[in-house]
């Protein structure tokens, strides 16, 4: 069955690095989404990407954040300078559709030190 | 906006004894709801939806969930629990229509089955 691959499953920075979070979604699927999900607290959405373009984000996804699509496969989510309250889960999800299911990758555990 | 509530933090159930864990809902116009369920060191597996049509749906591994419009919920059951069933649940909600994709997650509830 298809999933959602994240890589890697758990990074360690220092603060004030820059890190860059993979996901490969789904082959055939046209929507792309980040979610977070500090320690112990609710699954907050990030960002989503459609057509190559933010379709829409949250007021966490300020400027430390970017997304790309740099290739046919994969989807990235850059954090230019690290914080450490930005250490979380984080989570990619794709989509056939908008209003359809989203499929889940396992997450990248960020800790930043 | 659009919210979501889970009442409990954890649901203590027997195994072989039905099931509850409560999600309520807040949001413009018609719902879309989903479960998710999350085993350690895991990502979310989809559960189930409601999109529209039957009130009551059914999703994998036996659980299903019955969306209650003038109450706002949609609560998640399973007739008969197992330990495998342990694990941690999120409801979340989407607005229909154009412009509102994102899913708004529930702070989740842990399903403890014991023997």
């Known amino acids: 069955e298809p999933e959602v691959t994240q890589t890697p499953s758990h990074q360690v920075t220092q603060m004030g690095q820059e890190v860059i979070l993979r996901c490969v979604p789904i082959s055939n699927h046209l929507y792309f989404y980040w979610y977070r999900q500090i320690l112990g607290q609710k699954v907050e959405f990030l960002v989503s990407f459609y057509n190559n373009e933010i379709s829409e984000k949250s007021e966490i996804f300020d400027d430390q954040f970017s997304v790309e699509r740099p290739d046919g496969s994969n989807f990235t989510l850059k954090i230019r300078s690290t914080k450490l309250e930005d250490s979380a889960m984080y989570f990619c999800a794709s989509s056939p559709v908008r209003e359809n299911i989203q499929y889940f990758g396992a997450g990248t555990r960020l800790s930043v030190l | 906006a659009q919210s979501v509530a889970q009442p409990e933090d954890q649901v203590n159930v027997a195994e072989g004894n039905p099931l509850t864990v409560k999600c309520t809902y807040s949001v413009s116009g018609n719902p879309y709801l989903f479960w998710y369920v999350q085993y350690p060191n895991r990502g979310l597996q989809f559960l189930l939806k409601?999109?529209?049509?039957?009130?009551l749906v059914k999703g994998s591994y036996g659980f299903e969930a019955e969306f209650n419009k003038s109450q706002t919920s949609f609560h998640l059951k399973k007739p008969s629990a197992l330990v495998s069933d342990s694990a941690l649940y999120f409801c979340a909600v989407r607005a229909s229509g154009s412009g509102y994709s994102t899913l708004t997650f529930g702070k989740g509830t842990m399903l403890l089955v014991s023997p």
């Open positions: 409601y999109i529209t049509g039957d009130n």
